[in-house]
């Protein structure tokens, strides 16, 4: 029988293996994750880090995730975060808000931010605006406002136009329009029409 190329790259693999290689341990869990299979991926991703190699802790954290393991997703993950795998702070975060656990949840999210974690300020305003904690929310839009993020500067517009502080509303409202941002125009539109009524 003929071996076809997934074969000859699974013999490649298990030859690396058998000679210790954790990097290839994690590289075939990685395509068996890849391809749904859990079983065989969670496998693998247990033998490297048995063996020593913890790169692939958070994608273990994350498997155990999606089956809803919550005890071994947590375990995996801050074993990720132990050895500076910083993207498993965001994933533990939004574990722990899944099982509301929502002072946990909120240090994480903190943490992942602090680390620059990619999309870490913006997990972290969805988690204030669904916990309905606007004042950290609207400090956080600050925060990024003040970087020129202009769907921050929209919200904020939009919080304080809420509250009735319809001076500052204007006011982020123009500057995310002087960046030529069009909801910030009909915005601002939308607003000044209210304010004559």
Not at 76 to 102: F, M, R, S, V
Not at 159 to 178: C, P, Q, T, V
């Amino acid at each position: 029988m003929k071996k076809t190329g997934m074969d000859k790259l699974f013999d490649k693999y298990i030859k690396r293996i058998q000679s210790g290689d954790t990097k290839a341990m994690n590289e075939i869990a990685l395509i068996f994750q890849n391809n749904y299979e859990d079983e065989n991926a969670e496998k693998w991703f247990l033998k490297a880090i048995e063996a020593g190699d913890y790169e692939y802790a958070n994608n273990l954290g994350y498997l155990y995730a999606s089956r809803h393991d919550f005890k071994n997703a947590e375990k995996y993950y801050l074993i990720a975060i132990k050895n500076n795998d910083y993207d498993a702070l965001n994933n533990l975060a939004i574990l722990y808000e899944q099982y509301g656990k929502i002072e946990e949840a909120e240090k994480y999210y903190l943490e992942s931010a602090e680390k620059n974690c990619e999309g870490a300020e913006k997990n972290l305003l969805i988690f204030y605006n669904s916990t309905n904690q606007i004042e950290k929310a609207k400090d956080l839009y600050l925060h990024l406002a003040w970087k020129n993020d202009i769907d921050a500067m929209n919200r904020l517009g939009m919080i304080f136009g809420n509250e009735g502080n319809f001076k500052e509303s204007k006011k982020w409202f123009l500057k995310a329009a002087a960046l030529g941002d069009e909801h910030a125009k009909n915005n601002l539109k939308v607003l000044e029409e209210n304010l004559k009524k």
